[in-house]
């Protein structure tokens, strides 16, 4: 099957004003790769500041003015250049963002989801779409400051599904919902999945991702550090130290945390950007280039995975 | 609707407090102002061929014998009663002086506000939306050099240009020179009034258009800007419905803010353009001491600054749902 989104050793980097005139480029993402196949929903793990958000955004063609990509993004098997990202954006690629300063606090909320169109129909799907959210029909003449975090949460994400979309990216979609509504977000990404769309789940939190998720794929620092099938975790095939770390943190783990933080942006300049918190580094881990490649039914940057030690 | 009034009314008790404070604050400032009325006045050559009797009565006529606290709560109790008193220069009431020439200033005032608002919005959002591209360096470039050019300078260039090289506009005053009241038309006053106004509109434009550039920039570096276009608004979709929108509540606070640099510019503009309007009889009364005058006009400018940021406050109100909805739930 062909993959309908293929992210290909992209980078992000930002330029960035010093003291002075001294301009410098800060790498926030660096050869990030991962594919998403139609039916499929692939998990995005990775703490704050991994640049989950980035990646998002990066691929809709929606970076900040002083940010510039390199690598390249398919979707569908075709270049997403900005254009076509322009073209596909709110039709066949959607976003759930990640916060309610997402929504414009001057409009109300039905205003916000017609996208200025008019007409009996787009009404009609806003309500439908509402509701299946748990939402009221009154819910459209809300502004955002007069939303709980909850119906904002739910409003983001009606604001995705409106449309039927073939790839969506839903940036923390579920934080601030009660299990219920969670699980009927989570249910309903799934069911689109089976209807043929692929998700691109984006969490902080390794536990929800393996409850929905086909595949995960973990990010450190802005890199890819592994690409697990979602049963590699209990069965113990995972390949990198640190989703062992993450996995074993979990409550049904050993719930035992790796000590440290993960590096900022430009931190470190070589090596495995894992190796000061690793528990197996050696020599060798901590310069050159550290090359993301296959293992197993996955993927995993790391000199101590089995294929780098034939 | 008893919140608004209820907000409305404690602005208003703010602004009047504010005024007693401005009024205070401008007669506190003359009274240490090193000028001799007399000598500035009279001048010393007439002075010395004055005898004591004579000198005395201009004193007394000038206020140099009574107390500073005495005279301020003088004109204060008249002027609670609506009496400004009569300008010390002119001979006449004071609210009859600032009538006639408010009269002439605030049209020249008032093009150059909406001319500088209207423009500097448009140049401001132009530059902030093509940021970095050739329009964003041309206006930008602009409003930098306009905003470190003095307003008398710009004022004597204008003159320059148009009035003496050209010749097409008139160097100065408010009407043309020696014709009487009833000859001189519409077009004279327009005429006359063109580079005064141009000059307070080519000065205010830069500001409110630098001010606007940087908040059309943060609009669309905004995150509902970011959220609008992954949902496939078009490009005059994000401006028109979320740009102006996001706008014009920081629009409004520029352009009402904007009258005090206004009123601050009239003054001089009206002196380079011999200009009879309430900038020039401010600076006629502070050179000349005219205590009643230069209070009156004090209060009048101060009162019209207030004014202004009332209207703009309650604009918000009507704008802004944050302030609108939270008011309608009381
Ligand atoms: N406009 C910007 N300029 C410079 N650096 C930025 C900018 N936006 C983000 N970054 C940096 O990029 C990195 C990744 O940010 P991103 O928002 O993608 O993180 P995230 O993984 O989504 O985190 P969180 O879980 O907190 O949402 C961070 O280190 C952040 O500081
Ligand atoms: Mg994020």
Known sequence: MNPILEVRHLSISFLQYESGFRRRMLTVIRDLSLTVLPGEIVAVVGSSGSGKSLLAHGILGLLPYNASMQGSILYDGTPLDPARAARLRGKEISLVPQGVNYLDPLMTVGAQLRKGERGAEIKKRCREVLARYGLKEETQSLYPFELSGGMARRVLISSAVLQSPRLILADEPTPGLDAQSAGRILGHFREMAKGGAGVLFITHDLDLALTVSNRVVVLYAGETVEEASASDFASGKLRHPYTQALWKALPCGEFTAVSGAQPYPGEIEQGCLFAPRCPHCRAQCTSGEIPYHPAGNGWVRCLLSPQEEE | ?330
């Open chain 2, 1 to 330: 609707m008893r919140h608004r009034l209820q907000f409305a009314g404690k602005k208003l008790l703010r602004m009047i407090l504010l005024l007693l404070g401005v009024s205070l604050a401008a007669f506190l400032l003359m009274n240490a102002s090193p000028l001799d009325p007399l000598q500035t006045n009279i001048g010393q050559a007439a002075l010395g061929s004055m005898s004591q009797e004579q000198i005395e009565v201009l004193e007394a006529y000038w206020g140099k014998n009574t107390p500073p606290a005495e005279r301020y709560l003088q004109w204060l109790g008249s002027a609670l009663r609506g009496d400004f008193g009569d300008s010390l220069l002119y001979r006449r009431p004071v609210l009859q002086i600032i009538g006639e020439r408010l009269g002439g200033s605030l049209w020249l005032m008032v093009s150059a506000w909406i001319l500088s608002g209207v423009l500097g919005f448009l140049l401001g959002a132009a530059a902030g939306w093509t940021r970095g591209k050739w329009p964003d360096r041309l206006i930008r470039g602009y409003c930098l050099l306009i905003s470190s050019t003095p307003v008398f300078w710009l004022a004597i260039l204008l003159l320059l240009v148009f009035a003496v090289w050209l010749g097409i506009l008139p160097i100065g005053l408010s009407v043309p020179i020696g014709a009487d009241a009833a000859s001189v038309t519409l077009a004279d006053r327009l005429a006359h009034a063109i580079l005064p106004a141009l000059t307070l509109s080519v000065t205010g434009v830069a500001n409110i258009a630098l001010h606007t550039r940087e908040k059309m920039i943060d609009v669309l570096e905004s995150d509902y800007v970011l959220f609008a276009r992954a949902r496939g608004e078009s490009k005059s979709s994000i401006l028109l419905r979320h740009g102006l929108r996001n706008m014009a509540l920081p629009a409004i606070t520029l352009q009402f803010g904007s009258i005090s640099e206004i009123i601050g510019g009239s003054v001089i503009a009206e002196q380079v353009f011999s200009y009879p309007g309430l900038g020039q009889a401010a600076v006629s009364a502070g050179l000349g001491s005219d205590m009643p005058l230069l209070l009156g006009i004090t209060v009048v400018t101060a009162a019209l600054v207030f004014g202004g940021n009332f209207i703009a406050d309650l604009l918000y109100g009507v704008i802004d749902p944050r302030i609108r909805r939270r008011a309608a739930h009381k």
